[in-house]
């Protein structure tokens, strides 16, 4: 099983819209929103690193009002 934490910079006024996009991923496990640079960390399981990717790359970063996102890998 591989493990992500995603860090996530939200467009002013659509954090709470991406936290409800967020929760509704397979494969996310938790959605939380924090204060500091980044306004969402959200933590994916996957079977592979690969589909780690894929639900970053495909499902996560299309979300309307994500601006950035960094990808922390659990190791």
Known sequence: ???????????????????TSLGRLK???????????YDVIAVIEGDTLNEIGDIVTQH????????RTVTCLVV
């Open 60 to 67: 996560i970063h299309p979300i309307p009002g994500i601006t």
């Open 27 to 37: 494969g996310v496990k938790s959605v939380d929103t924090v204060t500091g640079p």
């Open 1 to 19: 099983m591989a493990k992500a934490f995603i860090l996530i910079e939200c467009m002013v006024g659509r954090t709470r819209e991406v936290v």
